[in-house]
C-alpha cells in the first residue's frame, strides 16, 4: 500500500484485525514490545525505517501519534507543547519557543480556548481539549506524518466534530493516517481507505469506491454490515 502525501488514510476493520498493530508499525511503536518480529519494508519516502542507519528517535519526530485517550502531561498546557521543541533544541531563544507554542496552538485549533490559561494545569481541560493539546504537542515538533489511533472514540460528538474539522486543516501541511472504528468518519474525513480483516489488508481504494463501488466482496459484506 502506499500512502499518498497530504492526504488522509483511514484504516478500517473489525477489533483485533491488526489496525492499530499495523499503525504503530509505521513509527516502530511496537519496537517496545518484547519479541516483536517484523518483515517487509516500510519505506518513508524511500527510506527503509528498519535500516540500521535509521536513528528511532529522529524517526519518532517525523512520525508523530496521537492515542486513543488523550494523553497530556501533568504539567501546564505551556509545557506539554514546548516539550519536545525544547529536547530536539528546535528552539535556541524564550521568544522563538513561544511562538512555536502560539502556532502550534494555533494549527491544533485549541489557541483560543486556551491563550488565557497558558501556565495553567493541562489536565484541567475538557478531554476534547486535551486531544487537540495532544495534537499540537505532535505538531510542534514538526513532523512530516501524523497517525491517529482511534483519536476520536473517547470523546462527546462535538468534540469529535472539532478533531475531524482539524484533520481536515491538517492534511494541506501533513500526511495523516488513522485507525477508526467509525466507518462513517472514515467517509467523511479520508481520502484513502484500507480494510483490515484478521490481520491481512483486503482492499486499499480511494474512499469513494470502497463506500460505493468496493472490488471484494469481502468489503462490501462488512460495509453493509452483514460481516463484523
Partial sequence: MEIEPHKVTALIGPSGCGKSTF????????DTIAGTRVE?????????????????????????????????????????????????????????L????????????VWEDVKDILYENALGLALGQQQ???????????????????????????ATLHVEELIAELKKEYTIVIVTHNMQQ?????????????????????????FMKPKEELTEAYITGRMG
Fill in 186 to 210: 472514515a467517509a467523511r474525513v479520508s481520502d484513502t481507505t484500507g480494510l483490515f480483516w484478521l490481520g491481512e489488508l483486503v482492499e486499499f481504494s480511494p474512499t469513494t469506491q470502497i
Fill in 98 to 109: 513561544d511562538e512555536l507554542v502560539e502556532s502550534s496552538l494555533r494549527r491544533a485549533a
Fill in 23 to 30: 499503525l504503530r508499525c509505521l513509527n516502530r511503536m511496537n
Fill in 132 to 158: 487537540r493539546l495532544c495534537i499540537a504537542r505532535v505538531v510542534a515538533v514538526q513532523p512530516e506524518v501524523i497517525l491517529m489511533d482511534e483519536a476520536t472514540s473517547a470523546l462527546d460528538p462535538v
Fill in 40 to 96: 517487509g519494508k516500510i519505506l518513508l519516502y524511500g527510506e527503509d525505517i528498519h535500516a540500521s542507519t535509521m536513528d528511532v528517535v529522529n524517526l519518532r519526530q517525523r512520525v508523530g501519534m496521537v492515542f486513543q485517550k488523550p494523553n497530556p502531561f501533568p504539567q501546564s498546557i505551556y509545557d506539554n507543547v514546548a516539550f519536545g521543541p525544547r529536547i530536539l533544541g528546535n528552539a535556541a531563544t524564550k521568544p522563538q
